[in-house]
């Protein structure tokens, strides 16, 4: 993923002032900021949602994206949300999908609606839905909200799995959790992204 001189602004306040950052294949990267740095709408701007002012995006291969707000409609079972993720992708089956629910430790949920599903259980199906069609890159904005600390331990298994297998990672949070995983490290602030250890004061 190549990303060259962004900027955005909501009116007269300006968010992104300029952000460039290149990301490869086999990278599980993360980038922090307060609440109102810009984060969401930076990876809104990365996953195509939201138009930049200035600059641009490139993706080499398809991506993933893990909004922070679940879209999931309540009437529908976690089935039927794989089912028509299954379809729009063109996927031939959901084995991949099936995968991930393994390691989420949520394949019992399959035919519960998702408007009984917990916080955490919607969470899991959501990074499920952005992830079953394994992309190349994957965008994920507080990916681990409403997990407990197991399903937690079990991202970061997973990501770094991901990683392993020529994946690139990009995770969003307002708190630098487990930094240690991470092969980069940026803080987002004043519209600009800072490696770790130039933040400004």
């Not at 900021?33 to 200035?54: F, M, S, V, Y």
């Not at 799995?161 to 995983?181: E, F, M, N, P, W």
Request: charged share 25%.
């Amino acid at each position: 993923m190549e990303v060259r001189e962004l900027h955005h602004a909501y009116g007269k306040r300006r968010v992104l002032r300029g952000i460039d950052l290149e990301l490869h294949g086999g990278a599980l990267a993360g980038v922090v900021g307060e609440n109102g740095a810009g984060k969401t709408t930076l990876l809104k701007i990365l996953a195509g949602e939201l138009r930049p002012d200035q600059g641009f995006v490139r993706h080499h291969g398809g991506f993933g994206y893990c909004p922070q707000g679940v879209v999931l409609h309540d009437a529908l079972t976690v089935r039927q949300h794989l089912e028509l993720f299954r379809t729009a992708r063109g996927l031939p089956d959901l084995l991949r999908a099936q995968e991930i629910m393994e390691v989420l430790q949520f394949s019992n949920y399959i035919d519960e609606l998702a408007g009984v599903l917990s916080g955490g259980t919607r969470q899991k199906l959501n990074l499920t839905l952005a992830l079953m069609h394994d992309p190349q890159t994957l965008l994920l904005d507080e990916p681990y909200q409403g997990f407990d600390w197991d399903t937690y331990l079990r991202f970061w298994e997973l990501a770094t799995h991901l990683r392993d297998a020529g994946r690139t990672v990009l995770v969003v949070s307002h708190l630098a959790h487990d930094t240690r995983r991470l092969d980069a490290l940026w803080h987002l602030a004043d519209g600009l992204l800072h490696a770790h250890d130039e933040v400004p004061s």
